[in-house]
């Protein structure tokens, strides 16, 4: 089963412009991870948040995370037509297991 | 440094036949894990291997297996394929498991069809 979700499910933009991806979870998590996969091929890591932490940067990326509320949030800024691609949240408890979300698919037009 | 390999990239079957899927981790990565994505939807853990032993398993049936040699490469094996089974075939590995987590670095994938 799938623990998040994320929102929205699509998102189109134009170059330039930013992007922000919410995802919203179940169960109390040790971390929260942010992957991006192009076409349907293997996923690439972008950033890890701890469960003790709020906020965290990574170039143009910033992942928020409110344990309370149980969600995340990705904002990709000055965003470019290579961008383009499925983003995912995953969470992380105990072991090295993952539960990933849904996905956006982000499409960056030039 | 290789990341993740997965072989092979494509495989087609047909129902009731089985499959094994080859993975091989990142040198010095202990701990390999596999997820089933199907399409349109994020990819589902399957199993967790440390040191030769499954740390975990998902909710998948019997007819899905695993195994993970002593140089820590790993194979997914599946018996009996239904046509659900057609998926991206997902290997990641990491350095160790534990309770805050290492990152995990996926390989490219195989992409299973089942006629």
């Known amino acids: 089963s799938q623990q998040g979700e994320e929102d929205p499910q699509a998102l189109s933009i134009q170059e330039g412009e930013n992007a922000t991806m919410n995802c919203s979870y179940k169960?109390?998590?040790?971390?929260l991870q942010w992957y991006r996969q192009n076409s349907g091929r293997g996923l690439v890591h972008l950033i890890l948040i701890r469960s003790n932490e709020r906020e965290k940067h990574s170039g143009r990326l910033r992942v928020t995370l409110d344990t309370s509320k149980k969600s995340s949030s990705l904002l990709i800024t000055a965003s470019r037509a290579a961008d383009t691609a499925s983003y995912f949240c995953?969470?992380?408890?105990?072991?090295?297991?993952?539960?990933f979300g849904k996905g956006t698919m982000l499409l960056v037009s030039p | 440094d290789a990341g993740v390999t997965q072989s092979p990239t494509h495989l087609i079957k047909t129902r009731g036949q089985h499959v094994t899927l080859r993975c091989s981790p990142i040198?010095?990565?202990?701990?390999v894990s596999w997820y089933q994505q199907v399409l349109g939807q994020g990819p589902q853990f399957i199993f967790q291997?440390?040191?030769?032993?499954?740390?975990g398993r998902g909710n998948f049936p019997d007819r899905f297996s695993a195994r993970q040699f002593p140089n820590y490469s790993s194979e997914l094996n599946v018996n009996a394929l239904l046509l659900g089974d057609s998926a991206l075939y997902l290997c990641a590995s990491s350095l160790e498991p534990g309770q805050i987590i290492n990152e995990q670095f996926f390989g490219p994938g195989t992409r299973l069809t089942v006629l």
């Open positions: 169960t109390s998590i040790n971390n």
């Open positions: 995953a969470t992380g408890r105990g072991y090295s297991t993952l539960t």
């Open positions: 040198s010095g990565h202990k701990s």
């Open positions: 291997y440390y040191e030769k032993e499954e740390r």
